[in-house]
């Protein structure tokens, strides 16, 4: 099994997540944010990665803290699952329809963190959750995971229809990429030899 588990404590945050690539999407996610929890929980469930994730965060503050160190846990702890990356599919992309809305996602594992983010929102908050804080955690995710990450709205106009098709199109690539590829072997998916820079 490829596992990776992180415990991240700062003066504003306490976080412990763990992950398994090589689960059934099983979870078990507290943030003490339930939108942030809802769209992890569709992460978890939908790339087929088992998440344990618990965030202790200053929220008597604000949002972000909480928001960008779990984005950092979870990267940091999907990174250290992947090793060394040997014969994973490392590209990956998908589709997600919900109802009006689709999004898209592509991304490449490949060392070199990077967000292109083109999905606008109409609405301050889903929840409880500040709707500026989603570009956040995906910009903090794919920099600690070391991913290429290109997610864009291709159109709708529920802003939760809007959220949760972004990650789920997150998941489904992710699922794809992190699988190993048969035909690769242990080989490294690359012609440098490493992934990473």
């Not at 070199?112 to 908050?125: E, M």
Request: proline fraction near 3%; charge should be negative; hydrophobic fraction near 35%.
């Amino acid at each position: 099994m490829r596992t990776g588990e992180i415990h991240r404590e700062t003066k504003e945050t306490d976080i412990r997540v763990r992950v398994n690539l090589d689960g059934t999407g099983a979870y078990n996610i507290s943030t003490g944010i339930g939108f942030f929890d809802h769209m992890l929980e569709q992460l978890s469930r939908h790339s087929l990665i088992d998440m344990d994730i618990a965030c202790k965060g200053d929220l008597h503050i604000d949002q972000h803290h909480t928001t960008e160190d779990v984005g950092i846990a979870i990267g940091e702890a999907i990174a250290k699952a992947l090793g060394d990356k040997r014969g994973i599919t490392r590209y990956g992309e998908a589709h997600s329809p919900m109802d009006e809305t689709l999004t898209r996602c592509a991304l490449d594992i490949s060392g070199r963190p990077f967000l292109v983010w083109k999905v606008p929102f109409t609405t301050a908050k889903l929840g409880e959750w500040d709707v500026e804080m989603i570009e956040h955690w995906f910009h903090s995710f794919a920099g600690s995971a070391g991913l290429t990450l290109h997610v864009e709205l291709l159109y709708g106009s529920n802003n939760h229809h809007i959220a949760e098709s972004a990650y789920k199109a997150l998941a489904r690539a992710l699922r794809t990429a992190v699988e190993i590829d048969p035909r690769k072997g242990d080989a490294i998916p690359s012609t440098k030899g490493t992934l990473g820079g």
